[in-house]
């Protein structure tokens, strides 16, 4: 995986509720086992019609609105245990996602699979949403190791994250290159077991 420590963005808002894993990948685009090739079909049926064109209101197809952070309404990740749904978000280009509640399953995949989830309360996600729509272009920052998500104009959210994943997501390990990095450690300890 990618090291996520600092990032600096513009965000996406998306203040739709209770987006369930079909909407950010549906079903029918479940067939690849590589994790390539599904950011083209993240949200696709609210991105294109029936014959594939562009449905011009969608946030996605909206030029103005640019970044790796997507800000989505509350009960983001909902629905199916599909792992498929932080794929796409991460092969679209997202490395953090900001809602007010996640679904446990998919919090999960998300850091699994290098995505910050950050946790706000409903009224720090409506802050962000009114700030991302007085100005597009915000920049917010992210900074994992001490838990900050702010803005150059006054948002300053502490956030919170499992102490085994913050490592993970800050060194770019998966479970196994976790353990693989501990195998001294692991090594030493067998051998006092063994004495």
Same mark, same amino acid.
């Given at each position: 995986?990618?090291?996520?420590?600092?990032?600096?963005?513009? *965000?996406?808002?998306?203040?739709?509720?209770?987006?369930?894993?079909?909407?950010?990948?549906?079903?029918?685009?479940?067939?690849?086992?590589?994790?390539? @090739?599904?950011?083209?079909?993240?949200?696709?049926?609210?991105?294109?019609?029936?014959?594939?064109?562009?449905?011009?209101?969608?946030?996605?197809?909206?030029?103005?609105?640019? @970044?790796?952070?997507?800000? *989505?309404?509350?009960?983001?990740?909902?629905?199916?245990?599909?792992?498929? #749904? #932080?794929? *796409?978000? @991460?092969?679209?280009?997202?490395?953090?996602?900001?809602?007010?509640?996640? #679904?446990?399953?998919?919090?999960?995949?998300?850091?699994?699979?290098?995505?910050?989830?950050?946790?706000?309360?409903?009224?720090?996600?409506?802050?962000?949403?009114?700030?991302?729509?007085?100005?597009?272009?915000?920049?917010?920052?992210?900074?994992?190791?001490?838990?900050?998500?702010?803005?150059?104009?006054?948002?300053?959210?502490?956030?919170?994250?499992?102490?085994?994943?913050?490592?993970?997501?800050?060194?770019?390990?998966?479970?196994?290159?976790?353990?693989?990095?501990?195998?001294?450690?692991?090594? #030493?300890?067998?051998?006092?077991?063994?004495?």
């Amino acid at each position: 995986m990618e090291k996520l420590n600092q990032l600096s963005s513009s *965000a996406v808002p998306l203040p739709i509720e209770d987006i369930d894993t079909d909407q950010i990948i549906p079903a029918r685009f479940l067939k690849g086992i590589s994790k390539e @090739g599904f950011g083209e079909n993240l949200f696709r049926d609210w991105r294109y019609d029936k014959s594939d064109k562009e449905i011009e209101g969608f946030v996605l197809n909206n030029k103005i609105y640019q @970044g790796q952070i997507l800000v *989505a309404g509350r009960n983001f990740g909902c629905g199916s245990s599909r792992e498929h #749904a #932080a794929w *796409a978000l @991460g092969d679209y280009g997202f490395r953090v996602v900001v809602s007010s509640f996640f #679904a446990d399953i998919f919090k999960g995949n998300a850091l699994n699979n290098g995505i910050l989830p950050i946790t706000v309360s409903d009224a720090q996600l409506d802050r962000i949403f009114r700030k991302i729509e007085e100005n597009p272009e915000t920049v917010f920052s992210v900074d994992l190791p001490n838990q900050v998500l702010f803005d150059s104009a006054g948002i300053s959210i502490q956030f919170e994250i499992d102490a085994y994943k913050k490592e993970c997501l800050l060194n770019g390990y998966d479970d196994i290159d976790y353990l693989l990095n501990m195998k001294e450690d692991i090594t #030493a300890f067998e051998q006092k077991q063994n004495v």
